[in-house]
C-alpha cells in the first residue's frame, strides 16, 4: 500500500514535470481573454466576452476569465444579455490576450507575461515594455475604446456579431467615448458604432436608456461606484487619488458632497472627475471645491492635459 502511494506520487511528479518542460501545451490549453485586476469596466467586459465568441466561431477554444469587481457601466440589460464570462481554473500551456489594460502592475498577478499572446489597450505609458516582450501582437493605440477594435477583428474575418455582441460593444463604445463627446473618440470608434448599431437593431433611445441605467447605479450606489473606479498614484503632478464617474447631469450630485469625501476616507489629497454628459463638461471635485474641465474629458485625457501645463491640479 505504502510502496503504491509512493509509485503514485512518483509518477504524479513525472508527468508533471513532463508538461511543465513540454514545449507544446496539453490538449486542454486554451485562449484566455481577460483585462485588469483591479475593476473591469464596460469595455473591458464587452471586449473579452465580444473577442472570446469570435474565436469560438473561428473554431479556436477560448474562454473569458475574470475575478474583478464590475464598475457600474455593467449595467443591468448588459448583465441580463446571456453571455458572461467563464468559470475556469487556469492551466500550463494556456495563453492569454489581455484587453484594456496595459500597465504590467495592473494586470491579474496569476497571469505570466511570457504566456501572453496578444494585448490591446489605449493607455499609453507601457508600448515599449509589450514592444519588447511581443512586438506586433501589442496594439497599444489612441482609440475611443477597445471594443472598436474587437468588432474591427470581425469585420476583418467576415463573422457577423450577434445581436447580443452588438448590444455589449455599443454600450462599451458609448460609455468610453463619452457618447463620442470624448476627444479620444476617433472616426474608427463612430464608424464601429453606427455598424453595430445598424446590425444590432438597436436605436439612439437604446443607448439614451443604457446611459441613463448607469447614472441610475451610479447614484443609488454612490460611495462604491466611486470607490471601485479610483485609482492611486504617485506621482507629484496627480492627486493620491482620482476618481471617477460618469453621469448625465451634474446637478443631480447637488447635496452629495459628504459621500462623495466619505469615498476617498483616509485620503487627504484626493479628486474625482465627475464626467456630465448633458453640458459636456467634467467637473473636478476635490476637498477644496469644484473646478471645471470642458470639453468632458477622461481620466486618461485629464493626464494628457497635465503633462502638458492645461491644467493643475
Ligand atoms: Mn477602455
Known amino acids: 500500500m505504502m510502496l503504491y502511494a509512493v509509485v503514485a506520487q512518483w509518477i504524479e511528479h513525472l508527468s508533471t514535470e ?14 484566455i481573454l481577460t483585462s485588469g485586476k483591479a475593476y473591469v469596466d464596460i469595455d473591458a467586459y464587452a471586449s473579452c466576452l465580444a473577442y472570446r465568441e469570435l ?6 477554444q477560448a474562454v473569458a476569465v475574470s475575478n474583478a469587481p464590475f464598475a457600474k457601466s455593467i449595467s443591468k440589460t448588459i448583465q441580463k444579455i446571456p453571455l458572461e464570462f467563464d468559470s475556469y481554473t487556469i492551466t500550463i500551456g494556456d495563453q492569454f490576450i489581455v484587453l484594456d489594460v496595459s500597465d504590467p502592475t495592473h494586470i491579474d498577478s496569476n497571469i505570466t507575461h511570457k504566456n501572453i499572446i496578444e494585448l490591446i489597450d489605449h493607455r499609453s505609458g507601457h508600448e ?8 506586433d501582437r501589442a496594439t497599444i493605440i489612441k482609440i475611443g475604446a477597445v471594443a472598436t477594435v474587437v468588432y474591427e477583428k470581425y469585420k476583418a474575418a467576415n463573422i457577423t456579431p450577434t445581436k447580443d455582441i452588438c448590444k455589449l460593444l455599443v454600450a462599451a463604445i458609448v460609455d468610453n467615448t463619452l457618447n463620442s463627446k470624448a476627444r479620444i473618440t ?20 437604446w443607448i439614451d436608456d443604457y446611459l441613463q441605467e448607469c447614472e441610475q447605479a451610479i447614484l443609488s450606489d454612490l460611495v462604491d461606484a466611486i470607490k471601485v473606479d479610483t485609482k492611486a498614484f504617485n506621482d507629484p503632478q496627480l492627486p493620491k487619488k482620482l476618481g471617477q464617474i460618469m453621469i448625465f447631469d451634474h446637478k443631480n450630485l447637488d447635496g452629495r458632497s459628504n459621500e462623495i469625501a466619505k469615498a476617498f476616507e483616509g485620503c487627504d489629497n484626493w479628486a474625482m472627475n465627475v464626467i456630465a454628459l448633458k453640458d459636456g463638461i467634467s467637473y473636478i471635485h476635490n476637498p477644496q471645491g469644484i473646478r471645471k474641465i470642458e470639453p468632458c474629458s477622461l481620466r486618461k485625457e485629464i493626464f494628457e492635459l497635465v503633462k502638458n501645463g492645461f491644467f493643475k491640479f
Not at 18 to 24: D, H, L, M, N, T
Not at 189 to 202: C, F, H, P, R
Open 128 to 135: 515599449k515594455f509589450w514592444q519588447e516582450r511581443i512586438g
Open 55 to 60: 474565436l469560438l466561431a473561428q473554431g479556436k
Open 18 to 31: 513532463q508538461k511543465v518542460r513540454g514545449s507544446s501545451p496539453c490538449d486542454c490549453a486554451k485562449m
Open 186 to 205: 476617433t472616426k474608427r470608434d463612430t464608424d464601429a458604432l453606427n455598424s453595430l448599431m445598424e446590425i444590432g437593431g438597436l436605436t439612439k433611445q
